[in-house]
């Protein structure tokens, strides 16, 4: 079966770096996403992995390992406003997205 | 741009009736549309994907006598959630994805249905 795991919940400090893990197993890969989704809202794109390696946009990078089956997206200089779920999300073969259950990130000041 | 509105915001029904939510891709042509449904502390759950002119693929489980989903044009998608029941209670997201080659799906708001 396909699968996408991800840590429940972490906890980080205003200002500190924080990485999120995500692994998976599906059936082919067409990329891999992560979504940012505050409470009661819908979720907004942070990046897209394809291709081996990290990819930097401000103070959001994500790591993709197509080998390891992993990824990792890091957030630099921790903001309150921070505090969120992020959705791991990989593309399978027939292009449908299977989704992570999600990491609730808890920024504490 | 790639922006997708979804009205209503939220609604509240009472049980057995039914309630359409509208999904626009307001600054692109949308092939394809995903409706996503997500319970409180879950993912999101994939309920159809629909191509603009065709029936609607749904995902197994989904029963798709209950959720309609009309695709009629390139930036309307809706989903019509007949005889709701507290149980389909649940925040509705749709998505909206261009041609090409680039994957990403672009969301909308979401939408509260409460049935009381």
């Known amino acids: 079966g396909q699968n996408i795991d991800q840590p429940t919940e972490m906890t980080a400090t205003e200002g500190a770096i924080v990485q999120i893990n995500c692994t998976y197993q599906?059936?082919?890969?067409?990329?891999l996403f992560w979504y940012q989704q505050h409470a009661g809202e819908a979720p907004t794109f942070l990046s897209y992995?394809?291709l081996d390696g990290l990819e930097e946009k401000g103070r959001f990078s994500s790591f993709l390992s197509r080998s390891k089956g992993y990824s990792y997206l890091l957030l630099k200089e921790l903001q309150m406003k921070d505090s969120a779920s992020y959705l791991c999300a990989v593309m399978d073969s027939n292009y449908q997205l299977i989704w992570g259950a999600g990491t609730k990130l808890i920024i504490k000041p | 741009g790639a922006v997708v509105s979804q009205h209503p915001s939220w609604v509240i029904c009472k049980s057995g009736t039914s309630v359409k939510i509208e999904c626009r891709s307001l600054?692109?042509?949308?092939?394809?549309m995903f409706w996503y449904r997500q319970f409180p502390k879950q993912s999101l759950m994939l309920m159809a994907t629909s191509n603009e002119g065709s029936k609607a693929t749904y995902e197994q489980g989904v029963e798709k006598d209950k959720f309609l989903i009309n695709h009629a044009s390139l930036t309307l998608s809706t989903l019509t959630v007949t005889s709701a029941h507290p149980e389909d209670s649940s925040f509705y997201i749709c998505s909206a994805k261009t041609g090409g080659d680039y994957n990403e799906q672009f969301f909308g708001p979401g939408t509260r249905l409460t049935v009381l």
């Open positions: 992995n394809v």
């Open positions: 599906t059936s082919g890969f067409n990329g």
């Open positions: 600054d692109f042509q949308a092939t394809t």
